[in-house]
């Protein structure tokens, strides 16, 4: 790990210089953690394995903005999650104007929601249960949704949660709270009782 | 400490991120707490279901193709930057001679020379009104620095 750090360093030196290829190593070191955040964040295998590439190139554009001294992950964390979120409330815009057009049509629907983009086709194993909780991961806010797919879909600590949020180990417990509460509250109304009635 | 201040060690307990310290603290609390125990036991079938549920790992012919598929749009961004700037650069200079040789020329009626140099006028006010109001308030962003 010590030595990844070290040829880390290396390369974002050499890609600050203008290098494509050094940046090679970064990319695959870190390309299943964008994608699969990606995919938590906007719930469809093209879109994510699109916008995290978008992701890396942004990043590549801006090396130059990334302080020497600080790590690599955090700061290309918030290009990522901007994209997705940036995506998600340009394809809400474009829903709700194409709504709009019908609605004028007098051909009304009902309303999009990004869990809409949630499909079940992500899902290694899918039973009711699974469908219905990516489904309710898909109707929690942004904040709330980032926290459920960085502690339960990549496995980050506390710690590293806070360093990619930018923000207090406190922060972090207190949005897992706050995410967990509204997705135990949302699958309740999916399952017509509580949690309990999971298992 | 009340209830509410043991909501955040909750979060940590679940997950095994406290201290033995903590840990004692909050499972004293919970002996003494029916409420919290309730609700521990409720996340802890919640963290449960979320834990078993997994995403599909996409084929390896994805992962292999990952950085060729970066490389080419990072290369195909650059080429499209220096497009872009030969392409406006080509348009004002073969437009400028285009107008400069309609000035010029003794055949074209001086109602359209004085039509055309209004147009350009009128163009270049729009410019600088435009570049001016964005100057004036990326100046005054209080925002500008906020990282979003």
């Known amino acids: 790990m010590e030595t990844f750090c070290q040829d880390e360093v290396t390369a974002l030196r050499r890609c600050r210089r203008g290098s494509r290829d050094a940046f090679e190593p970064i990319v695959k070191r870190y390309m299943k953690d964008a994608y699969f955040i990606a995919l938590g964040l906007v719930g469809n295998r093209e879109d994510a394995l699109d916008l995290s590439q978008e992701a890396f190139i942004r990043a590549f554009s801006n090396i130059k903005q990334l302080n020497p001294d600080k790590k690599f992950f955090p700061w290309f964390y918030q290009i990522l999650k901007n994209l997705c979120f940036s995506h998600l409330r340009k394809r809400r815009t474009r829903q709700d104007c194409s709504l709009d057009a019908a609605d004028d049509d007098n051909n009304r629907q009902g309303p999009v929601a990004v869990d809409d983009l949630f499909t079940p086709d992500v899902l290694a194993e899918r039973n009711e249960v699974k469908k219905k909780i990516w489904k309710a991961i898909g109707r929690l806010d942004e904040k709330h949704r980032e926290v459920i797919i960085l502690r339960h879909f990549r496995n980050m600590s506390y710690e590293q949660m806070a360093q990619n949020l930018f923000c207090n180990k406190g922060t972090v417990t207190s949005r897992l709270y706050y995410a967990r509460k509204r997705l135990k509250e949302l699958l309740g109304k999916e399952m017509g009782g509580s949690t309990n009635d999971v298992s | ?148």
């Open chain 2, 1 to 148: 400490m009340t209830c509410h201040d043991y909501k955040d060690l909750m979060m940590g307990y679940l997950d095994g991120e406290l201290s033995d310290e903590q840990k004692r603290q909050f499972e004293e609390h919970l002996a003494s707490c029916p409420e919290c125990r309730g609700e521990l036991n409720e996340f802890r079938k919640l963290k449960a279901i979320t834990d078993d549920v997994t995403l599909v790992e996409p084929e390896d012919r994805i992962w292999q193709q990952y950085w060729g598929g970066t490389y080419n749009r990072i290369e195909r961004g650059l080429g499209w930057i220096f497009f872009s700037v030969a392409g406006i650069l080509l348009t004002i200079y073969f437009g400028f001679k285009g107008i400069e040789a309609l000035i010029k020329d003794p055949t074209v009626g001086a109602f359209l020379k004085v039509g055309l140099i209004a147009l350009l006028v009128g163009l270049a006010i729009l410019f600088v009104s435009v570049l001016r109001e964005r100057l004036y308030f990326w100046q005054k962003d209080r925002y500008k620095d906020v990282r979003r």
